[in-house]
């Protein structure tokens, strides 16, 4: 289902582990060109979109920008980038609260812990 409104269009949310060589405004930079080539325009927050790629971590850094914040300050609250942590990276812990995401899926509530529908198992792409 679509967040928050569950009323919206659904969406496919995946998770992606990056191991790059880059510094983390290159990376924002990247996937801010990459979000506006595939048709993404500027819309009110959580409104439906063609793409949104969140920089959900970055190699535990804590930064906080007028364009950036490390890590997702939302991330420990959501279903859909909790289940992909802990299939990518079970050990993973957040850069603040140093609990991993097991912890905070125990932590949502049954409903927000069963509206996840998984498509497929994982994939590895080695590059």
């Known amino acids: 289902p679509s967040y928050p409104n569950q009323k919206l269009p659904k969406f496919l949310n995946i ?3 990056v191991n790059k060589n880059l510094n983390i405004l290159k990376l924002y930079k990247n996937i801010n060109l990459v979000q506006k080539k595939m048709g993404r325009i500027k819309s009110k927050r959580n409104d439906p979109r063609v793409i949104d790629i969140d ?4 190699n535990g850094q804590i930064k906080d ?5 490390l890590p997702h300050p939302r991330a420990h609250l959501r279903n859909f980038v909790l289940y992909p942590i802990v299939e990518i990276d079970p050990k993973w812990l957040h850069p603040i609260y140093r609990k991993n995401a097991q912890f905070f899926i125990n932590k949502l509530s049954q409903k927000s812990r069963i509206e996840i529908t998984r498509l497929k198992k994982n994939v590895n792409i080695k590059s």
Do not use: M
């Open 55 to 58: 920089i959900i971590d970055f």
């Open 65 to 69: 920008s007028k364009n950036l914040i």
């Open 15 to 17: 998770g992606v582990l």
